[in-house]
């Protein structure tokens, strides 16, 4: 489906198969969208910050398949599931993403309750160039948990902790929090982490615990760690 304006589901929808949904203007879900296939969702196809992509009720399921969602910003008043596929969200127009509650000015801000609303055992992939998480958050992933682009910072405005049951990888150059940092402190199947080559983590005023629990922590080139109260890394480097 396809649209140069806005596109809204106001009934029950069902896909047989994989469905891509592009929009210029937004994509609004007002019931329940299933689909048997992967789907992806371009609610600001254009780029211009105009499209925001919202489930105002009902749920988003794929049955196992990948979910890929671009757009402005994100308003979850209901569910989705990609079950055990992959989710991914990018902002559309190269804004800022900010991650959890109290925070203003960001692209697109997803709260602690849409972060509840994304359901399902796979990957969650959250693909910006600047990330910022209020203070006190805490972001886990059933599957593995990647953050950032290249080039890109991860900033948290307090204590931060990133966790991925079957894995962290951290994509972005600087990780900088105000507060203690801990990465990776959930046991799975593959809880390694992984730092892209020239990322620097800082903790202003905290600590660094890097916890691989299994799979140990790894990088493709240097790394730089900074902290106030302390470097604590388990398991290999």
């Known amino acids: 489906l396809s649209s140069n304006g806005s596109i809204t589901v106001s009934n029950t929808l069902t896909a047989a198969g994989a469905a891509t ?13 299933t689909a048997n296939g992967a789907v992806v969702l371009d609610a600001d196809l254009d780029n211009n ?11 988003l399921s794929t049955t196992n398949n990948a979910l890929t969602v671009t757009a402005n910003d994100l308003i979850l ?16 127009d190269c804004g800022s993403l900010g991650i959890g509650n109290g925070l203003s000015g960001f692209g697109m801000i997803i709260s602690t309750t849409e972060l509840g609303n994304i359901g399902g055992t796979g990957d969650l992939n959250l693909v910006n160039g600047a990330i910022t998480f209020a203070s006190g958050s805490s972001l886990s992933s059933s599957g593995k948990l990647t953050l950032g682009q290249s080039g890109g910072t991860i900033t948290g405005q307090g204590d931060l902790t990133l ?10 150059s600087t990780v900088s929090v105000a507060g203690n940092l801990i ?24 600590s660094i615990t890097v916890n691989a629990t ?4 790894s990088a493709t080139g240097a790394v730089t760690l ?6 604590t890394i388990k398991d290999s480097f």
């Not at 599931?81 to 992959?86: A, D, E, F, L």
């Not at 049951?165 to 994509?171: F, L, M, Y």
């Open 183 to 206: 990465l990776g402190n959930v046991a799975g199947t593959d809880a390694s982490i992984s730092l892209a080559s020239g990322t620097t983590l800082t903790a202003s005023a905290g």
């Open 49 to 59: 910050g105009t499209g925001d992509f919202t489930i105002s009720s009902g749920s």
């Open 226 to 231: 900074n902290a106030t109260t302390g470097i």
């Open 77 to 92: 008043d209901g569910t989705l599931n990609s079950g055990t596929g992959s989710t991914t969200i990018s902002v559309s």
């Open 214 to 217: 299994t799979g140990g922590t």
């Open 163 to 172: 966790s991925g049951a079957n894995g962290v990888v951290i994509d972005s």
């Open 21 to 33: 949904l592009n929009a210029n203007s937004g994509i609004t879900l007002a019931s329940s969208f």
